[in-house]
């Protein structure tokens, strides 16, 4: 990725982008129903088995050192 950024404009515009959207985003829980804790998350060993986390419109988040941390993503949700 990084010699790709280098070679091409564009794709460094576009990282460049992503990463501005990114730290400026605002995630506010959804305000129609209650965001409870959940525990056994396997996402690529991230957390432990017993680990809190929280799903808010398809992020994985959980508490570290008292700030939440997305951990993970939801790209694709049963269709049925």
Known sequence: MDRLRRRVQLVAE???????????????PPDDYKVGPRHG???????????????????????????MRIVGLRFFNRLF
């Open 14 to 28: 576009r990282i460049r982008k992503f990463k501005s959207e990114a730290v400026s985003a605002r995630f506010m």
């Open 41 to 67: 998350y396997s996402g690529a060993g991230v957390l432990g088995i017993n680990e809190v986390y929280y799903e808010i419109n398809g992020f994985i988040v959980t508490s570290d050192r008292g700030k």
